[in-house]
């Protein structure tokens, strides 16, 4: 059965500081990893999406990185905002079925 | 990529009741999911919503507690019965946007059983 781990599951930065949240399965076997965000009380929007094949992934101030055969991936997120505020989930998918870890939650500070 | 509007977005029930929450997506869409998302935990599937027949289940639900309608390739329902304290929860609808091989997610129902 797949695990997902998420460390740290809190994290608490001041603005500007860039953050580093980190993922890691213990089923190497994926399609692909996920990362979504979710803010309090709501659904998940996804952020970056990492093929099994693909080293990495960018979007704006967003870059992830996956390593299949360690079985880890790390999001990080640039120059904070406070609007970054938030859960950050990472998923990996095997057939159609996805194992989510429990997520980070991030507050950034102004 | 697709929408899925979800509602209601909160609800608070008294013991006993049941509660039915709706998905309806803007594009028809293969696959579609119900997730549950304990208070401080991760997701868990609850099953797999299939277009015209039963619904597939995960370990751990069944279809008497959690029964769930797909009547077309844009809706879907899943309704939590009999419930109590231990139901509250998020829960969440999702669909398989295939192209892109991406899950995407409504908005979220955050139940509470009083």
């Known amino acids: 059965k797949q695990e997902v781990t998420q460390i740290p599951a809190a994290l608490s930065v001041p603005e500007g500081e860039n953050l580093v949240l980190n993922c890691s399965f213990t089923d190497s076997a994926i399609y692909n990893l996920q990362w979504f965000r979710q803010d309090p009380g709501k659904g998940l929007t996804s952020l970056l999406l990492i093929q099994s094949s693909q080293r990495e992934q960018t979007s704006g101030r967003l870059n992830a990185s996956l390593d299949k055969s360690s079985g880890r991936s790390t999001l990080y997120i640039a120059a904070s905002q406070p609007g970054d505020s938030a859960t950050y989930l990472c998923a990996v998918r095997h057939d159609y079925k996805l194992s989510f870890g429990a997520g980070t939650t991030v507050t950034v500070r102004a | 990529s697709a929408v899925i509007s979800q509602k209601p977005s909160r609800d608070i029930c008294q013991r006993g009741t049941s509660l039915t929450i709706q998905c309806q997506v803007d594009?028809?869409?293969?696959?579609m999911f119900w997730y549950r998302q304990q208070p401080g935990q991760s997701l868990t599937l609850i099953a797999t919503a299939n277009q015209g027949s039963e619904a597939t289940y995960e370990s751990g639900f069944v279809i008497d507690k959690f029964p769930i309608s797909r009547p077309n390739l844009t809706f879907s329902t899943l309704t939590v019965s009999n419930m109590s304290p231990e139901d509250s929860s998020i829960y969440l609808c999702?669909?398989?946007?295939?192209?892109?091989?991406?899950?995407?997610f409504g908005s979220g129902t955050q139940l509470s059983v009083l």
């Open positions: 999702s669909g398989w946007d295939g192209l892109n091989e991406k899950l995407f």
């Open positions: 594009s028809q869409v293969t696959m």
